[in-house]
């Protein structure tokens, strides 16, 4: 069995070299053998660059074919990358930076606009530029064209399974954002697994928006392609316009993604040519049963959306194609890990009753290696051996979960996973705010939108339009709050610590600001810039 990316490619150009693999956006088709070349002629740059087996590389990309090179190249110089969110900015992103230690960055033109300000007071050495050179004071800068230069001879540094790949970041959640250590088995695990619950199969071809620098986009797509003789196109942005017709263009018979996407889909005007879609599968997680059933008619397109997972462990549950289903559930245990239920005194619950869910492997790759530098929330998460994911939901006797809710305080908004500790540092900045209390409230869509409860100094006025571009300039476009709500005070228990609850069970009233309703939004163009929002869009 390969249980190494590096060794999974070589496999692939054994068998089948010319076949494509792997394309995104307007990007060409790469077969497994371009890829295998081209990660190996990189690498050689990056190791006459002074990267060396355990050195980090960040990188800050959107959905680019680089970062399928980077990663193959990273994988055989026994090195570790750091993807980091490509919207990312300001504290945020200088915090992930700091704490991965990266001696080298990777980014396009806009991410090397957010680290610039950032670079002198970090450990990185060496800027890699994908697109025009923009030199910063103090730091090398290299064009990505000249460490991929000419083909050399390279002697890869073969993996092993337990070698550390990647340090994926959490969101963050009552403290700061988390690395997770992804091991090269780890990255092996997820692909086979998909494949063995028949998400994956042979011959198929995957269409995603997904990130990829999220766990959706290399372990839960890339790798399952990877593993299973499939091939996975990558495209650059989500439009649910053109979202059907660009997956059929590019030959696709899976579509992955999340449950807004495919609710987007449903939104859009009906037409004759839905039926012609035809899809072998479509997994939009989650998603209501009833808008599962609605995209499965009009589309005629089989639909699952029960999968459940996170950083340090995925898949949790993923129900087999052909298996068992219970689609209001968050799908089924895999076979290679072990749940338990617990309540708050660590004992196991019986079948129905709600608590947190805990998990550990039964495979030696299942599960991540830790936090990065930080034992102590290592320990923390693996009190009693068992991981401790930090979300409550239900057990049935056949093995399925039913997800309830977060335990910890963190909003999922389209998609992202946004550390209310770290928007609250962002907000209370600003010099009008006193307090402040992030929440999330219900979306239309799916997962969350954001409420920011605020307190403010006593006799200062709050302009909404000014609070609007002071977050569009300070906390990434995804985090900005939809909802501002203003009050004498926040609810407190009996030593002062912020009752949240409160606040997300009063949801959202009349008297609250709709920045949405107001027209105030950041256009696609001006996501990673520091130009005005237009109001009104």
């Known amino acids: 069995m390969i249980r190494t990316v590096d060794g999974a490619l070589s496999q692939r150009v054994a068998t089948a070299p010319d076949e494509d693999f792997v394309r995104v956006g307007d990007s060409p088709w790469l077969t497994a053998g371009e890829l295998d070349r081209r990660a190996s002629t990189l690498a050689h740059g990056l190791r006459s660059l002074g990267v ?3 050195d980090r590389i960040a990188t800050i990309l959107p959905n680019r074919i680089e970062v399928v090179e980077m990663l193959f190249a990273v994988a055989k110089l026994g090195a570790v990358q750091v993807p980091l969110n490509y919207w990312l900015k300001g504290e945020f992103l200088r915090h992930q930076l700091e704490d991965c230690g990266a001696g080298m960055l990777v980014v396009d033109r806009a991410g090397m606009a957010a680290a610039a300000p950032l670079l002198p007071s970090l450990p990185v050495e060496v800027v890699v530029v994908l697109d025009d050179d923009q030199p910063t004071a103090g730091v090398r800068v290299v064009p990505y064209a000249d460490v991929l230069g000419e083909g050399c001879a390279f002697d890869a540094y073969p993996s092993q399974p337990d070698t550390l790949l990647s340090i994926l970041y959490t969101s963050g959640t009552t403290g700061l954002p988390k690395g997770c250590m992804l091991s090269a088995g780890y990255f092996s695990y997820a692909g086979r697994s998909y494949g063995e619950r028949g998400w994956v199969v042979p011959g198929d071809r995957i269409f995603t928006t997904w990130p990829m620098f999220h766990t959706s986009g290399q372990l839960n797509t890339l790798m399952p392609a990877l593993f299973n003789d499939a091939s ?33 889909i449903l939104a859009q005007t009906p037409s004759d040519a839905d039926a012609d879609a035809h899809f072998r599968l479509a997994i939009w997680i989650p998603m209501p049963e009833d808008r599962q059933l609605e995209f499965e008619r009009r589309f005629n397109t089989p639909v699952l959306s029960e999968g459940y997972g996170q950083t340090e462990i995925v898949p949790i549950t993923a129900s087999a194609i052909g298996g068992p289903r219970k ?4 799908g089924e245990i895999v076979p290679t890990v072990e749940v338990r239920i617990i ?13 947190e869910i805990t998990a550990r492997p039964l495979d030696p790759d299942a599960m991540f290696l830790g936090y990065w530098r930080n034992a102590e929330a290592t320990v923390q998460a693996w009190n009693g051996l068992w991981h401790h994911t930090g979300d409550t939901g239900y057990l049935d006797a056949d093995g399925f979960i039913t997800f309830v809710d977060r335990k910890k305080d963190a909003v999922r908004r389209r998609g992202e996973n946004v550390s209310s500790f770290q928007l609250e540092l962002a907000i209370s900045a600003h010099p009008a705010v006193s307090a402040v209390a992030v929440t999330g409230v219900p979306s239309e869509l799916s997962d969350d939108d954001i409420k920011a409860s605020l307190v403010l100094h006593e006799g200062i006025a709050l302009d909404m339009q000014e609070f609007f571009q002071f ?14 709500d203003t009050r004498a005070a926040l609810p407190t228990n009996a030593i002062g610590r912020v009752m949240k609850q409160v606040l997300r069970d009063e949801g959202v009233t009349d008297s609250m600001i709709d920045f949405e309703a107001r027209g105030y939004t950041v256009p696609r ?8 929002t237009r109001v009104g869009q």
């Open 327 to 330: 689609r209001s559930t968050a």
């Open 232 to 264: 996975a196109y990558f495209d650059t942005e989500f439009h649910a316009s053109t979202y059907l017709a660009k997956a059929r263009e590019v030959g696709a018979t899976t579509l992955f993604g999340v449950g807004f996407m495919g609710q987007a």
């Open 52 to 54: 060396e087996p355990g």
């Open 343 to 355: 309540d708050a005194g660590g004992n196991e619950l019986p079948p129905g009753e709600i608590g």
């Open 471 to 484: 977050l569009k300039q300070t906390v990434p476009y995804y985090a900005i709050p939809r909802y501002v």
């Open 525 to 532: 163009a001006e996501r990673l810039g520091s130009a005005s």
